[in-house]
């Protein structure tokens, strides 16, 4: 069975990145979204198992010790992390898997599977990301300014990514998103055909 692809959103906080996983997971039920551990405080109406694994630092610390995750970042004073066995459970069922997390985590996946599929969400501007982020409503105006000033490192961080998708329209991000998941199979798929003909040329040739 060929393995699933993985694909990593990442992107400053507030440009939209859960909003455009929501709307991708409706419209492909299949693509499998892998739910990061955290040590931030639940927002209103998030679930633990759902939106987050909610931990304690020290049972974050303990899936760290553990080798539990496949990548880890401080960001903005709280712990996030991917927990390992699901991402490789779900590909090697060949499963496609999408990781919504910050740069710094991004890198670490890229330096295990420089094979994903790096997608960058980009906000139309700098203002608009500011009035996104206000205007979810969810962090204090600190937190707010902090993440905003995270953000001009992560953009400038965007080079090390396979594709950068404007979220200008929710529909027309999902839209982009989903042509780049079409070629990346497209791609794959002929990747597996031409090594397919390489493996018959050199059976012809031994046989001969
Ligand atoms: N294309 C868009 N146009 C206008 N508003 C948008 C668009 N996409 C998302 N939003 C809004 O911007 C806010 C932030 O979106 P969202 O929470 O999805 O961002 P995020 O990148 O996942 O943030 P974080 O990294 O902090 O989790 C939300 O209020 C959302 O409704
Ligand atoms: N490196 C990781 N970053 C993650 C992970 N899960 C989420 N995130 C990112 O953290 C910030 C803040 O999230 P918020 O829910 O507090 O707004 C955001 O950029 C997320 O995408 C993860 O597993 N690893």
Redesign the pocket.
């Known amino acids: 069975m060929n393995r699933g692809l993985l694909f990593v959103l990442?992107g400053p906080?507030g440009v939209g990145?859960g909003t455009v996983c929501a709307s991708l997971r409706t419209k492909m039920p299949e693509l499998i979204y892998s739910v990061?551990?955290?040590t931030?405080t639940p927002r209103e109406g998030e679930k633990d198992g759902v939106n987050y694994f909610f931990k304690s630092r020290e049972q974050f610390q303990d899936m760290i010790q553990g080798d539990a995750l496949l990548?880890?970042?401080e960001?903005v004073g709280?712990y996030?992390?991917?927990p390992r066995d699901f991402v490789e459970k779900t590909l090697s069922e060949g499963k496609d898997i999408i990781?919504?997390?910050?740069v710094?985590?991004?890198l670490k996946v890229k330096e295990k599977f420089p094979d994903g599929v790096f997608i960058f969400l980009m906000p139309p501007s700098l203002n608009e990301l500011a009035s996104r982020l206000g205007g979810r409503g969810t962090e204090t105006q600190a937190t707010i300014d902090h993440r905003l000033s995270v953000a001009r490192d992560e953009i400038n961080l965007l080079y090390h990514y396979d594709y950068a998708v404007v979220n200008d329209q929710i529909d027309l991000a999902c839209k982009r998103i989903d042509a780049i998941m079409t070629a990346e199979h497209c791609k794959r798929q002929r990747f597996l055909h031409e090594l397919c003909n390489e493996l018959d040329a050199i059976s012809t040739a031994e046989n001969v």
């Open positions: 990442s906080s990145k990061s551990a955290t931030r990548e880890y970042a960001y709280n996030y992390g991917t990781l919504e997390i910050e710094q985590g991004a």
